[in-house]
C-alpha cells in the first residue's frame, strides 16, 4: 500500500496531476456583468486514494472560508451574547414581528451577495463552506415538516458561488439539543442532548435525506458536512450516527463527498476504527498561539515544532488510513485599534497564519479558514466601526468585551478576580479524582465553571439588553442597521487577504 506521504511526493514530481486553484473549469458562456461564466462541472467530485479529484480524476485541492455568523449566527461574530435561538426571542419580542422578520430578512439577504463571491473568487479561493442552523428548515414545535424557505436560502448562496466557480460545502453546524457543548450547536445549554435521543438523530437523518434529495445533481456542491463539531462523550454514538447517515444520504446522493469532523471539536479521531466509502475526514486546527489567552507567536523553532506535532496527532489516523484531509477550520484572532501593540500583535497572528499554511501545503491538503465576514474580531472582512450597526452597538459591545462573555479569543483581566475565588470554591468542594472528570476533560473545571456563568446564564439575561438597543427603529433604520453588513459597506482585512491570496497562487504565504 502507498502511504499518505508517499502520494504526496509522488505528486511533487508529476504537478500536471493537480487541479490547483483558481477554478480549473473552462469559461463557455457569458454570465452576469457580461464575463465568462464557468463551465459546470461534469461531475461531482469524489474521493480516490488519498485525493480529492474531478472528472478527468485530477486533484482539487479545495481552499476557501466558511460565511459563519450569516445562515449561522454566533455571538462574537455579529455582537450579540450567548445563543443564536435566545437573542432571536429578545428580539421578537422588542420589535414586533413584522419588524423582526424584516429585520433578519434584510440581514440574510445582505450578509452574502454575489458581490461577495466574486470578491472570494479574485483571492483565488475554490470552495465556501456554508454553516447552518437547523432551524432554517424545521420548527422544533413540528420537526416533521421541512421548511422549503430552508433551500431558497442556502440555494441563493449556492448559485452565487457556482457563477463565480467557487464549489460550496453544505455544513450543518447546529443540532437539536445539541451536538455539542458549546454556543455554536445553538442548544442554549451545556450539554449535548443530541446523543441522549434518538428522536433529535431521527429527525437530523430525515433532514440530511432531503437535503441530499435536493442537491443530489448540483456538481457545484462539493459535498456535505454532516455535523460540524460533534462531542459524543462515549465516543460511540458518533460513529452509530455517521454510519447512519451515510447509508441513508447514499440511498437518494451516491454521488457527493461526506467531510466527517472528528470528535470533541473535530480534533480527536481516537474512537474512529474504519473508513466509510467516499469520505473525507475533517479535522479543525487552530493554534492558542493565536488567541489573547495563548503565547505570542514569534516562529521560535520550538512553536513551529508545537504546531507541526499538534497537526500531526491529529491527522494520524487519515495517513494510517490513506484517505484525505480537509481543515475545515482554523485561523486567529485580530487585535483592534486602541488595543494595546495591535498592529504588532496582529503581525504576529498573520506570521502565525503564514506558517500553518506551510504545514497544509506540504501535505497537499484541503482547507477552509474560519472566518469571512463579522463586526472586527476574526473576518476577512467586517463590518466598518462608522456602519449604522457598530456605533448603535459601540456601548454594548464594549461592555460584552470587558465581562468576557463570549469564549471566542476573550480577554478575562477585568473580571479574573471575580472568578478565580469560585473556581477555588469547585476545586475544595470536589474530590480531586473528580475534578476534571466531566467532558471534555480537555476544558478542565475552569472551561465548565466559565460555560455556565458567563457563556450561559449571563448571556442569556443580557440578550434583552441587546436587544433593548433596536427598540423604536423604523422598518428604514433596521435595514441601514442590516446593511451594515453589505461587502461595499465593509472594511476589508487587507493583511490576512494578502496571505491566502499568494497561498491561491502558489507562493509562500
Not at 155 to 164: L, Q, T
Not at 186 to 203: E, M
Not at 204 to 224: C, F, Q, S
Not at 424 to 450: D, S, T
Amino acid at each position: 500500500m502507498v502511504s499518505h506521504a508517499m502520494r504526496v511526493h509522488q505528486r511533487c514530481h508529476d504537478r500536471s496531476t493537480v487541479v490547483s486553484i483558481p477554478s480549473p473549469f473552462t469559461h463557455c458562456s457569458l454570465g452576469t456583468e457580461g464575463k465568462m461564466a464557468p463551465k459546470t462541472p461534469m461531475r461531482c467530485l469524489r474521493v480516490e486514494g488519498t485525493d480529492i479529484v474531478d472528472a478527468d480524476g485530477k486533484q482539487v485541492i479545495l481552499k476557501g472560508c466558511a460565511t459563519g455568523g450569516h445562515t449561522n449566527m454566533e455571538n462574537f461574530i455579529t455582537g450579540y451574547p450567548g445563543h443564536e435561538n435566545e437573542m432571536r426571542k429578545a428580539m421578537l419580542e422588542v420589535l414586533g414581528q413584522e419588524k423582526y422578520d424584516f429585520f433578519f430578512d434584510k440581514f440574510l439577504e445582505y450578509f452574502f451577495t454575489p458581490s461577495d463571491a466574486r470578491f472570494l473568487a479574485s483571492l483565488g479561493l475554490n470552495c465556501i463552506r456554508i454553516p447552518i442552523n437547523y432551524h432554517h428548515f424545521l420548527d422544533d414545535h413540528n420537526p416533521g415538516i421541512i421548511k422549503q424557505e430552508g433551500f431558497k436560502l442556502i440555494d441563493r448562496i449556492v448559485d452565487a458561488c457556482a457563477a463565480e466557480g467557487l464549489y460550496t460545502i453544505i455544513d450543518m453546524h447546529t443540532f437539536p439539543g445539541g451536538q455539542n457543548q458549546g454556543w455554536h450547536s445553538d442548544a442554549g445549554i451545556h450539554k449535548a442532548l443530541f446523543w441522549d435521543f434518538k428522536v433529535f438523530q431521527d429527525s437530523m437523518t430525515d433532514l440530511w435525506v432531503e437535503i441530499a434529495k435536493h442537491y443530489k445533481n448540483n456538481t457545484w456542491v462539493a459535498g456535505y458536512n454532516p455535523m460540524n463539531e460533534p462531542a459524543d462523550p462515549d465516543h460511540t454514538a458518533l460513529q452509530a450516527w455517521y454510519k447512519r447517515v451515510e447509508k441513508a444520504i447514499r440511498e437518494v446522493d451516491p454521488d457527493h463527498i461526506l467531510f466527517l469532523d472528528g470528535n470533541t471539536y473535530a480534533m480527536d479521531f481516537t474512537g474512529f476504527k474504519e473508513v466509510l466509502p467516499n469520505c473525507v475526514y475533517a479535522i479543525h486546527d487552530y493554534a492558542s498561539f493565536g488567541f489573547p489567552a495563548g503565547e505570542p507567536y514569534v516562529g521560535s523553532p520550538e512553536q513551529k515544532e508545537s504546531l507541526q506535532k499538534t497537526y500531526e496527532r491529529k491527522v494520524q489516523f487519515m495517513k494510517e488510513k490513506d484517505v484525505p484531509i480537509w481543515n475545515g477550520e482554523f485561523g486567529p484572532v485580530y487585535a483592534s485599534p486602541g488595543d494595546e501593540n495591535y498592529e504588532k500583535v496582529n503581525q504576529q497572528r498573520y506570521d502565525l497564519l503564514g506558517q500553518q499554511l506551510k504545514i497544509y501545503k506540504k501535505d497537499e491538503i484541503s482547507w477552509s479558514i474560519w472566518l469571512y465576514k463579522d463586526i472586527g474580531f476574526q473576518g476577512m472582512v467586517h463590518a466598518s466601526p462608522d456602519s449604522a450597526y457598530i456605533k448603535l452597538l459601540k456601548p454594548f459591545l464594549e461592555k460584552k468585551k470587558r465581562l468576557g462573555v463570549d469564549k471566542w479569543g476573550r480577554d478575562d483581566s477585568a473580571v479574573k478576580h471575580i472568578y478565580e475565588p469560585v473556581i477555588a470554591h469547585f476545586k475544595e468542594a470536589i474530590l480531586p479524582e473528580n475534578i476534571n472528570k466531566r467532558y471534555p476533560q480537555v476544558w478542565k473545571i475552569e472551561g465548565h465553571i466559565h460555560r455556565v456563568l458567563r457563556e450561559t446564564l449571563m448571556s442569556e439575561i443580557l440578550c434583552w439588553e441587546y436587544a433593548s438597543y433596536f427598540e423604536g427603529k423604523t422598518l428604514e433604520e433596521l435595514d441601514e442597521l442590516a446593511g451594515s453588513f453589505k461587502l461595499e459597506n465593509c472594511v476589508k482585512r487587507e493583511g490576512l487577504n494578502e496571505i491566502l491570496r499568494r497561498d491561491a497562487e502558489g507562493r509562500t504565504a
